[in-house]
């Protein structure tokens, strides 16, 4: 099974500020990684896929970066809506996995 | 417009089982992957079962295999997982998700149905 460690498990940051999470995988995951995003009491929703294509509807100040085992999510300049949980997924091997989540907090 | 609707959860004993279900509308779900996540009280995101648009393959996290089983019925829109042998640990939110065509990433998902494993 392949980890995904993500970190930092909490990032304290203002509104404007930009914002850079990493997810390492155990093993290379080539660019099958995609960020999610989940605000309290809602469902998942996708951000990135195959590391750095945008998910439809998916404001053009989140990125993604990376390859292999190291990959970045990059928020240029945090809005209020962005305060949230993050998570990584690997679709490379079975089982699918996600990371254990990074939590951007005002 | 994408719609996914859990239902089966509840309190159960641990040992035993449930089945849950995920109505479906809004897109032609014969030609979509299907797949289950969970989420613990508190916790992260855990994948829990995957299944391919025609049942062919299935997939399963180390987690649960043995004791659920996925399936679907593509004549009414609908995706099961059938879990047996409930301990502590399954407890959690179980969420069905659609897959994204042909990759195995999540582009929509139901709200959840809570799982409570509990004597």
């Known amino acids: 099974e392949i980890v995904l460690t993500q970190s930092p498990a909490t990032l304290s940051l203002s509104p404007g500020e930009r914002a850079t999470l990493s997810c390492r995988a155990s093993?290379?995951?080539?660019?099958?990684l995609a960020w999610y995003q989940q605000k309290p009491g809602q469902a998942p929703r996708l951000l990135i896929y195959?590391?750095?294509n945008k998910a439809t509807g998916i404001p053009a100040r989140f990125s993604g970066s990376g390859s292999g085992t190291d990959f970045t999510l990059t928020i240029s300049s945090l809005e209020a809506e962005d305060f949230a949980v993050y998570y990584c997924?690997?679709?490379?091997?079975?089982?699918?996995?996600f990371g254990q989540g990074t939590r951007v907090e005002i | 417009e994408v719609q996914l609707l859990e239902s089966g959860g509840g309190l159960v004993q641990p040992g035993g089982s449930l089945r849950l279900s995920c109505a479906t509308s809004?897109?032609?779900?014969?030609?979509?992957?299907m797949t289950w996540v969970r989420q613990a009280p508190g916790k992260g995101l855990e994948w829990v079962s995957g299944?391919?648009?025609?049942?062919?393959?299935?997939f399963y996290a180390d987690s649960v295999t043995g004791r659920f089983t996925i399936s679907r019925d593509n004549s009414k829109n609908t995706l099961y997982l059938q879990m047996n042998n409930l301990g502590a640990e399954d407890t959690a939110l179980y969420f069905c998700?659609?897959?994204?065509?042909?990759?195995?990433?999540?582009?929509?998902w139901g709200q959840g149905t809570l799982v409570t494993v509990s004597s």
């Open positions: 998700a659609k897959v994204v065509l042909g990759i195995w990433y999540i582009d929509d």
């Open positions: 809004g897109f032609t779900f014969s030609s979509y992957a």
């Open positions: 299944i391919w648009s025609n049942s062919g393959r299935t």
């Open positions: 093993q290379s995951v080539s660019s099958q």
């Open positions: 195959d590391a750095s």
């Open positions: 997924q690997q679709r490379s091997n079975w089982p699918l996995t």
